[in-house]
């Protein structure tokens, strides 16, 4: 019973092929463009420094476990090794450090979604 259901779900999976759909189509689901590429920009630079002083005013042991986690690729628990601290304090400045965060970077009224 396992190889016939199996084969069988396997026949689905060749008949379903990919159809081709016309670019002008394509170009109507797509989201319109912005009007201008420096207005992007100012935009992504002003979050930027926005971004580096909410991170700049984490204390530092928070700061340095957001960094390592963040940027560095680390787990809480290589991080826990790394400074030398229990896993559960490491884990806890991460996710004190991301609410901080958080609450700096996101206005008041915005709901989870």
Not at 76 to 82: G, N, P, S, V
Not at 95 to 109: D, E, F, H, N, Y
Request: some cysteine.
């Amino acid at each position: 019973m396992l190889t016939i259901t199996r084969r069988l779900c396997i026949d689905v999976f060749r008949t379903k092929r990919s159809t081709p759909i016309d670019p002008a189509d394509i170009a109507l689901m797509l989201p319109p463009s912005s009007n201008s590429f420096v207005e992007d920009a100012a935009v992504a630079r002003v979050e930027v420094l926005g971004l580096r002083s909410a991170i700049a005013s984490l204390p530092d042991e928070q700061r340095r476990v957001l960094l390592l986690a963040s940027i560095g690729g680390h787990t809480t628990a290589e991080i826990a090794d790394m400074e030398q601290i229990p896993l559960g304090t490491a884990k806890t400045r991460l996710r004190t450090a991301l609410l901080r965060l958080r609450s700096k970077l996101v206005p008041t009224g915005v709901d989870d979604v």
